[in-house]
């Protein structure tokens, strides 16, 4: 009995593994905005064999209420199968923090097309929401930090080994 239960605990994560095989894959989940740049990508890329996606796509600072300061290109398409196309997400200007990083979310909403047989039966599509996270540093903390990755130093003890300039 023991034995039957954990494969019914288990079988429905087996199962939604192989559901997200096909369908739309995302390039990333954390995309690094520096704000010196024009644009950013991200790569969306339809696995599924037969039947197109609609992709919607939006940003927003996180309590899915109030959009992000970012425009993404395009908003709503169609995605065929086997097919890949790319998002454009923009800055647009607006005033923010120079001392630190802002931390926004890239939405990217995905709808399966549904197939002509299937139009006289019950069938239940799901609608797949992932939000990714868009790190906006500002220019003058991305020059640091390119600095700082080319000139690392460590130094080592008995006991640790600290890394700094």
Same mark, same amino acid.
């Given at each position: 009995?023991?034995?039957? +239960? ?10 939604? &593994?192989? &559901?997200? *095989?096909?369908?739309?894959? !995302?390039? =990333?989940? =954390?995309?690094?905005? $520096? *704000?010196?740049?024009? /644009? ?9 064999k037969e039947l197109p996606w609609l992709i919607q796509s939006w940003s927003d600072t996180g309590d899915g209420k109030t959009r992000g300061p970012f425009i993404v290109t395009p908003?709503?398409? %169609?995605? $065929?199968?086997?097919? /890949?196309? +790319?998002?454009?997400? *923009?800055?647009?200007?607006t005033a923010l923090p120079t001392d630190r990083e802002s931390l926004f979310y890239m939405?990217? =909403? @995905?709808?399966?097309? @549904?197939?002509?047989?299937? $139009?006289?039966?019950?069938?239940? =599509? ?6 990714? /996270?868009? !790190?906006?540093? &500002? ?7 390119? %600095? $700082?990755?080319? /000139?690392? *130093?460590?130094? &080592? +003890?008995? %006991? ?6």
């Open positions: 009995m023991r034995t039957v +239960s954990q494969v019914l605990l288990c079988l429905p994560v087996i199962l939604t &593994s192989f &559901s997200h *095989a096909a369908g739309i894959q !995302v390039g =990333r989940t =954390r995309i690094i905005y $520096d *704000a010196g740049k024009k /644009e950013v990508a991200l790569p969306l890329v339809n696995k599924e908003p709503l398409f %169609r995605l $065929d199968p086997q097919k /890949e196309q +790319s998002l454009r997400i *923009a800055w647009n200007g939405n990217v =909403r @995905t709808i399966p097309g @549904t197939a002509k047989e299937d $139009d006289d039966k019950n069938v239940l =599509r799901l609608i797949y929401k992932n939000a990714s /996270e868009i !790190v906006l540093a &500002s220019e003058g903390l991305a020059r640091y930090a390119h %600095r $700082d990755l080319q /000139e690392p *130093a460590f130094c &080592s +003890s008995r %006991r640790n080994v600290n890394g700094g300039q």
